[in-house]
């Protein structure tokens, strides 16, 4: 029996095998589905570590909009306070003492600022969607990366192992390690769902918090200008 060693990036794939028995077709089908599921493990695990470390940059963004949106929104409380939209009794109304002067102009700008930031976002938050999505689906359908004729390929060496020139037992052995590597990410997926879940759930809030944020500065707007029009002195 000889020892061959066949480097993967997954991991090295160590096997023994008698050189003076020539390999018949269904083993080299078999060692090659092998391999084959080595690949799509490498493959599927830099793709999911890939997709998660894109969650965490749409989670800062995230974050970063919402921070933004923070003094916007006490800003907002306070014109809808000074347009007679909110009751000074009103909560969460922000609790001031004497005047106080916001820039109107600025104000706006900043909203302004912020929905097209939302607007510009909104691609890459629907990309990594879109890929979650479709992985979920294709995880349901197919319930591993891996090819089911692959375990049929690799069955039929065990079904003839008298046949054979690579050594069953090192074989197997080889087989329980790769799943040991397998079952890590199998791990890295349920990691990379759950987050994913965390993230477009932060995302929801942020868009339902920011829409209704645009609308009631829209309705401080409207009233603004209403107020405006009843003061504006006469053309005639």
């Known amino acids: 029996m000889k020892e061959i060693v066949k480097e993967h990036p997954l991991r090295p794939i160590?096997?023994?095998?008698?050189?003076?028995?020539?390999?018949?077709?269904?083993?080299?089908?078999?060692?090659?589905?092998?391999?084959?599921?080595?690949?799509s493990t490498w493959d599927t695990r830099m793709k999911l570590l890939q997709h998660k470390?894109?969650?965490?940059?749409?989670?800062?963004?995230?974050?970063?909009?919402?921070?933004?949106?923070?003094?916007?929104?006490?800003?907002?409380?306070?014109?809808?306070?000074?347009?007679q939209l909110r009751d000074v009794n009103d909560t969460p109304m922000p609790k001031t003492t004497g005047t106080f002067s916001i820039n109107y102009g600025d104000f706006s700008e900043k909203v302004r600022a912020h929905n097209k930031a939302m607007i510009d976002f909104y691609p890459a938050i629907r990309g990594a969607w879109d890929w979650?999505?479709?992985?979920?689906?294709?995880?349901?359908?197919?319930?591993?990366?891996?090819?089911?004729?692959?375990?049929?390929?690799?069955?039929?060496?065990?079904?003839?192992?008298?046949?054979?020139?690579?050594?069953?037992?090192?074989?197997?052995?080889?087989?329980?390690?790769f799943y040991g590597v397998y079952a890590e990410v199998q791990k890295i997926q349920t990691d990379y769902f759950d987050y994913g879940n965390e993230v477009f759930d932060a995302y929801g809030t942020l868009h339902s918090r920011a829409t209704a944020f645009y609308h009631r500065a829209e309705q401080v707007d409207e009233r603004a200008w209403k107020d405006f029009e009843k003061i504006k002195p006469s053309s005639d």
Do not use: C, N
């Not at 096997?15 to 092998?34: I, M, N, Q, S, V």
């Not at 470390?53 to 000074?82: K, N, S, T, V, Y």
């Not at 979920?136 to 690799?154: C, G, T």
């Open 53 to 83: 470390d894109e969650l965490q940059q749409l989670q800062w963004r995230i974050d970063e909009l919402g921070a933004q949106l923070l003094p916007m929104e006490h800003d907002l409380q306070l014109l809808e306070f000074a347009v």
């Open 132 to 177: 979650f999505d479709a992985y979920a689906d294709f995880i349901y359908e197919k319930e591993s990366w891996i090819e089911e004729d692959v375990y049929i390929s690799l069955h039929e060496i065990y079904q003839h192992y008298e046949e054979v020139s690579v050594d069953i037992v090192a074989l197997d052995r080889d087989e329980q390690e």
């Open 14 to 39: 160590i096997l023994r095998f008698d050189l003076t028995k020539k390999a018949p077709d269904f083993e080299k089908e078999g060692l090659e589905a092998y391999y084959r599921m080595h690949d």
